[in-house]
């Protein structure tokens, strides 16, 4: 069952629609169709209580103006290209820089800041649109981009990207929710798994750089189960660079698949679990360690370090200018397709 709600928001042109998806347990999600976001996710710990397993604002005029993209769809490109520049077809592009010297998540303007247009495919999924315009932050091609979501009865969230340009381009759409499985003040209890040897150093702009590191003897071992706070602790020069984690994992590739997760987080307190299973060869782990507590939480409580984790399933930060990874360029009149599910279970 889908509910929905309209609410008018001081600086957006055309009132902002609020999705409530149910399913029949009485566990759902909510979205909205500023940024195709997501705003909610209620369901149950092991003891059958049901919270909200996201962080959000108190209202939803602070998501419109919020710089954390919480819960927002990134694109046309999720994650920093360094300086804004790539090469595409012998030809440079230069992009919005926002972030420092670099463009992060599609520039200034991007998806996560427009209104987009819907509408409900099924009684438990729905798809927003929107078009990118070319050169619209420097991207070349028209670009037509869905973003279709399902919540289904065992308590997953399905998300299935599209895209399809008028030329050649790049295109690397992920969502960027912020999880915290037990509404603690910090996720550094919460326990980690990634299914991925090697990860990405960060120079010191925080782009990554190939080649890849073995994740063997340094905080970024996350093969089994593993505290976050834990991996934290120390004066690696990783960790120095942004505060904490920021980096982005190559998930090993049995595991870009529906069967074997990417991405496990778990919060032994209450027994949620999050599985995160995805096809993009990347995945991207930020502890919101930028948070100053300067905004408030949904329950009205300050956002400081470490609240949540977000884990963007992507490909590689910076990939266009890193010969031999994983392409993310989508060739003219061709559609790309991306799947992101996150699974929550008891454990």
């Known amino acids: 069952m889908i509910e929905s709600r309209q609410v008018t928001v001081t600086g957006v042109n055309a009132p902002v629609t609020v999705f409530k998806v149910i399913n029949t347990q009485g566990y759902y999600t909510e979205l909205c169709n500023y940024g195709a976001s997501v705003l909610s996710i209620i369901v149950p710990d092991r003891q059958g209580k049901a919270d909200d397993v996201l962080l959000g604002y108190p209202k939803l005029s602070d998501h419109i103006l919020d710089g954390p993209y919480l819960g927002k769809t990134l694109g046309r490109f999720a994650g920093r290209i360094a300086k804004g520049k790539f090469t595409l077809n012998g030809q440079s592009y230069q992009l919005d820089i926002n972030n420092g010297p670099n463009h992060l998540h599609g520039g200034a303007q991007g ?44 308590n997953t969230l399905i998300i299935d990207y599209h895209g399809t340009p008028t030329a050649d381009s790049i295109l690397n759409l992920s969502n960027h929710s912020y999880f915290n499985l037990a509404g603690t003040p910090t996720i550094l209890g919460h326990q980690l798994r990634i299914h991925a040897n090697e990860y990405l150093p960060l120079n010191a702009d925080s782009i990554p750089e190939f080649p890849a590191r073995s994740v063997s003897d340094s905080p970024m071992d996350f093969r089994v189960f593993t505290p976050i706070g834990t991996k934290m602790n120390g004066l690696h020069p990783q960790l120095a660079i942004d505060r904490g984690y920021n980096h982005c994992w190559l998930v090993d590739p049995a595991a870009q698949s529906e069967t074997i997760p990417a991405v496990e987080l778990a919060c032994p307190e209450n027994g949620r679990l999050l599985q995160i299973f995805s096809d993009y060869p990347g995945a991207v782990v930020y502890c919101g360690n930028y948070f100053d507590g300067r905004q408030m939480d949904k329950n009205q409580h300050p956002l400081n370090a470490y609240a949540g984790i977000a884990i963007e399933m992507q490909y590689y930060p910076n990939s266009p200018n890193m010969p031999g990874v994983p392409s993310c360029i989508v060739h003219k009149g061709e559609t790309s397709h991306h799947r992101i599910r996150y699974g929550f279970k008891s454990c």
């Open 111 to 154: 998806l996560s800041f427009r209104l987009w247009e819907y509408r409900q495919c099924s009684e438990n999924s729905l798809r927003f649109t929107t078009t990118a315009q070319h050169l619209e932050d420097g991207y070349p091609g028209d670009c037509a981009i869905s973003v279709e979501y399902t919540w289904t009865e065992d």
